[in-house]
């Protein structure tokens, strides 16, 4: 079956790197996606990698993945407090000539001053 | 360039009652989602369209939810009758067609069922 699994919660304080871990379960997925969520609002992306790459970098943000452990993380640096937030893990599977998305339930980032 | 449109915010309503929520994607957008959103939870796909063509409703509370997209831009999602349970965060993606399939999401309905 399809499943994204993430931790539900991490604290890191301010200035230091946040590791944010993801594991999916389908072999199938075709990219692999990071959204930012703040209270009330919808899902922002962040980022988002091709299943064939095994890194991305974009300014604060690294993503790597290995695919051989179905396992994606983000990598923020030097993170402030405006990055407090819920981190979701999203994956897009393709199937029978189409695709689906699943998302992982969260991890929520708290970052201490 | 505008964002994803969703209204209304915020939604209070007693169980048993209709509900409707609205949304506009971003222009050019052929792919329009809607989610349900539980708290604590990621969100769950409840109905993706393709132009007007509604491909993928496989998780479509189809005895009480029903949704329509008719000129293959704005969408409304309705709920009748309400229950408790439908309490959550409604949002609305949209993406254009191409391999990424980057979505790109409204703020969202936050529905109370009383």
């Known amino acids: 079956g399809e499943d994204v699994e993430q931790s539900l919660f991490l604290s890191v304080r301010e200035g230091d790197s946040s590791v944010i871990n993801c594991t999916y379960t389908?072999?199938?997925?075709?990219?692999l996606y990071w959204y930012k969520q703040e209270p009330g609002a919808g899902l922002q992306l962040l980022t988002y990698?091709?299943?064939?790459?095994d890194m991305k970098q974009d300014q604060r943000l690294t993503v790597l993945l290995n695919k051989k452990d179905k396992h994606l993380s983000l990598r923020i640096a030097d993170t402030q407090t405006g990055d407090s937030a819920i981190y979701f893990c999203?994956?897009?599977?393709?199937?029978?000539?189409?695709?689906?998305?699943?998302f992982g339930t969260g991890t929520r980032l708290k970052v201490l001053a | 360039e505008a964002g994803v449109v969703q209204s209304p915010r915020y939604k209070i309503i007693e169980k048993k009652q209709p509900v409707a929520f609205w949304c506009n994607p971003i222009?050019?957008?052929?792919?329009l989602y809607w989610y349900r959103q539980n708290l604590g939870q990621g969100p769950e796909l409840l109905i993706r369209?393709?132009?007007?063509?509604?491909?993928?409703d496989s998780q479509l509370p189809k005895d009480r939810f029903s949704a329509e997209r008719l000129k293959g831009v704005d969408s409304t999602l309705k709920i009748q009758p309400a229950e408790l349970g439908d309490s959550a965060v409604y949002l609305c993606?949209?993406?254009?067609?191409?391999?990424?399939?980057?979505?790109?999401f409204g703020p969202g309905t936050r529905l109370t069922v009383l």
């Open positions: 993606a949209s993406s254009q067609t191409g391999t990424s399939r980057v979505q790109f």
């Open positions: 389908d072999s199938s997925s075709t990219y």
């Open positions: 990698i091709f299943s064939n790459m």
């Open positions: 999203a994956e897009s599977i393709s199937t029978s000539g189409t695709y689906k998305y699943i």
């Open positions: 222009s050019g957008h052929n792919t």
């Open positions: 369209y393709e132009n007007e063509e509604a491909v993928d």
